[in-house]
């Protein structure tokens, strides 16, 4: 009966294991098409993303990648790639994704909502691009962020006041873009130097509490 019950005992872990290797898997897949559904998205003429193969278990092997100690992607490295085209929706669905570096490339089109669910990002640099459209108010759903940096591009539309929210804020810069309305100065943004701001032709100085309307010159 003691066979029988250790026999049984080591067909139970067997099954867990499977189990927990098969979620594994299913999750880094989907990091997988997430990140491929990118690649498909941009052009490269340089071949930064020639490893991004759809093929593998899952990412962590391709170049400009890292993963934790779970195979879950927690950083794309991209900045100043030579890289064109659109970001993609299915970003969002990187849920362990600290920082998202696409900085000094020459990328286009609009920030997706769905960044929004990046719950663990930490830093979004998407500076120095040609990016257009509004600044998603699903951003203030980032309570781990700290860095946002989306300077020298072509924004437009007022600073999401849901952004105030973000505690952990330490940068924010969108200079150089074509903001409109007032600068928030509750939250964080007590503390960011007005330079942050400039060169927005529409965005008119701080916000005056009970004063100044939100929508001013929008």
């Not at 098969?22 to 990140?35: P, R, T, Y």
């Not at 779970?70 to 993609?88: E, F, K």
Request: one cysteine or more.
């Amino acid at each position: 009966m003691a066979i029988a019950g250790d026999a049984a005992t080591g067909i139970i872990v067997v099954v867990v294991a499977a189990a927990l290797l098969s979620q594994s898997s299913v999750s880094s897949n989907s990091e997988g098409d997430a990140l491929y559904a990118l690649r498909k998205s941009l052009s490269d003429p340089d071949n930064v993303l020639q490893s991004w193969d759809p093929t593998l278990v899952n990412p962590c092997t391709w170049f400009h990648i890292t993963c934790n100690q779970d195979n879950r992607v927690t950083r794309v490295d991209l900045g100043n790639s030579n890289l064109s085209g659109h970001l993609v929706p299915e970003l969002g669905h990187l849920e362990h994704l600290q920082y998202l570096e696409l900085y000094k490339n020459n990328i286009q089109g609009t920030i997706p909502a769905e960044f929004g669910n990046l719950k663990s990002l930490i830093s979004l640099d998407l500076y120095n691009n040609n990016i257009s459209g509004v600044i998603p108010p699903m951003l203030g759903k980032l309570k781990s962020l700290v860095f946002l940096r989306l300077n020298d591009n072509h924004l437009t539309g007022q600073i999401p006041r849901e952004l105030v929210k973000i505690s952990t804020l330490k940068v924010v810069d969108v200079s150089n873009n074509d903001l409109c309305g007032t600068i928030p100065t509750t939250g964080p943004f007590e503390h960011f130097p007005l330079n942050n701001f400039e060169n927005n032709p529409r965005l008119e100085g701080p916000e005056l509490q009970g004063l100044a309307l939100y929508d001013t010159n929008c």
